[in-house]
């Protein structure tokens, strides 16, 4: 009976050390010569993959985020030195922007794709920097509004704005930052910037707009939300 336990256990153990030898040492030497390397079996490192395939629709999203709203901002010159941007939010010529931007007895130019633009201002609202602008345009291009209830603090957010290049040469510019913090009025980024993009739109990866902003002295980023803009302009 002991005798056969021995085996037993004898057995075991050489067992398990040809299979350790084959696994450590014969099969990958053998995969590796000439005739058997087409049976080489490697784990795909599938993370990578899609890690790839994340970044290229991440990127492609932005893209299109992009290249839709930058088609409704149009930018705003005052005088010599005050500048900034607008949100064209109607098809018909409906411009939503800063107050600051537009002051009274101010000459004031608006450029949307590079044209200038006749306008006229229909009202302004000094307490919550907003005013309203109509553009003698129509058929014009509009992105959707964000939902608030939905927003997320760290989310990813980009703003597209006009800035003057060489007197009245307007060029567009981006940036992108994450939410700090947020109410139903206002947007906290961490994005720094000139004063120059004052009256520029925010937006998400999907191009709904959560807002247009201000900057101040520091250059910090916040955004008069979305809601506010609506209950201003009445829709």
């Known amino acids: ?4 336990i021995l085996k037993i256990i004898a057995i075991f153990i050489l ?9 450590q040492i014969f099969w990958p030497y053998f995969v590796e010569r000439p005739l058997f390397y087409k049976y080489r ?15 290229v629709q991440e990127n492609t999203a932005l893209k299109n985020a992009i ?4 088609k409704t901002v149009v930018g705003i010159k005052a005088g010599k030195t005050l500048e900034g941007s607008g949100l064209i939010v109607s098809s018909d010529g409906l411009v939503v922007t ?17 044209r200038l633009i006749s306008f006229q201002i229909l009202k302004k ?21 964000a939902d608030l209830d939905k927003i997320k603090l760290g989310e990813r957010v980009f703003l597209v704005g006009i800035i003057f290049e060489k007197g009245d040469n307007p060029k567009k510019t981006t940036n992108e930052g994450i939410i700090k913090t947020f109410d139903n009025n206002f947007i906290q980024t961490n994005i720094f910037e000139k004063n ?7 937006f998400n990866i999907e191009g ?11 250059g910090a980023v916040s955004t008069i939300s979305i809601k506010k803009i609506r209950d201003f302009l009445g829709f």
């Open 1 to 4: 009976m002991g005798k056969n």
């Open 41 to 55: 079996l490697e784990q795909a490192p599938i993370y990578v993959t899609e890690k790839k395939e994340t970044i």
């Open 15 to 23: 067992g398990m050390v040809g299979g350790i030898f084959a696994d």
């Open 125 to 145: 609202d000094l307490k919550e920097n907003l005013a309203l602008i109509k553009m003698e345009e129509s058929n014009l291009p509009t992105v959707g509004f």
């Open 67 to 70: 290249e839709k709203v930058e």
């Open 196 to 202: 120059n993009l004052k009256g520029s739109p925010l």
């Open 208 to 218: 709904n707009i959560l807002g247009i902003n201000t900057i101040d002295r520091e």
């Open 98 to 114: 800063l107050a600051e931007l537009v002051p009274s007895g101010a000459k004031i130019n608006l450029f949307w794709e590079g």
